[in-house]
């Protein structure tokens, strides 16, 4: 898919028109191949203040409906969420390429490569679906007669990279106004009587 392509598909003119939860949701889900090249185009041109934002209202919602019990996958997207957020606040130079990075990563697992096995409990027929078609069944059966069990234990081989990302770099710490540089005696750690 070309950056035009996606631009017509969430209906924007620019990236920097890419402001609502809904387009953001089109785009995480978009159940066709976006290439890497064509997110780092987006990202690149999405305004700074408005991504974090995005992600962390994306991730919010999808985090509610996992299933009561699924400690282990709400924890593992609550983790993916965090370094999501903490790279699309990033303002460092390469920043854009490396959210974009995890951002293909992130999706790729989760509309395509993760397994969860879900049985029909009308027929016993099982089925392995990604993550994504799993919770949005889960989240559909409250309004139809269908009823699923689901295994979400293969789906939470996702591997996180850890990065760096230093505090001055993140808009959400500002300019560092609020910190003179001093601490309080009071509150030093070490002993020395």
């Known amino acids: 898919m ?33 290439p890497y090249e064509t997110l780092i185009l987006l990202v690149e041109g999405m305004d700074p203040e408005v991504l974090p934002e995005l992600v962390e209202g ?13 400690s282990d996958l709400y924890t593992l997207l609550q983790n993916i969420a965090t370094t999501l957020s903490t790279l699309s606040a990033a303002s460092e130079e390469d920043s854009a ?35 994504m078609e799993a919770l949005t069944s ?32 993140l808009s959400d710490f500002g300019d560092g106004d609020d910190y003179d540089g001093s601490y309080d005696d009071e509150d030093d750690m070490g002993d020395d009587d």
């Open 2 to 34: 070309e950056h035009d392509e996606l631009l017509t598909l969430l209906d924007i003119d620019s990236a920097a028109e890419l402001v609502y939860f809904e387009q953001f949701a089109e785009l995480m889900e978009h159940d066709n191949d976006i």
């Open 58 to 70: 994306y991730f919010e919602d999808v985090m509610k409906f996992v299933p009561d019990g699924e």
């Open 138 to 169: 889960y989240r559909a059966q409250n309004f139809t007669d269908e009823d699923y069990l689901f295994d979400f234990s293969d789906a939470l081989d996702y591997s996180l990279d850890e990065y760096i990302v230093s505090l001055a770099s």
């Open 97 to 131: 390429r490396v959210f974009a990075e995890e951002l293909y990563k992130f999706r790729s697992w989760y509309l395509f490569e993760s397994s969860v096995l879900i049985k029909d409990l009308a027929d016993d027929s099982e089925r392995e679906i990604p993550l």
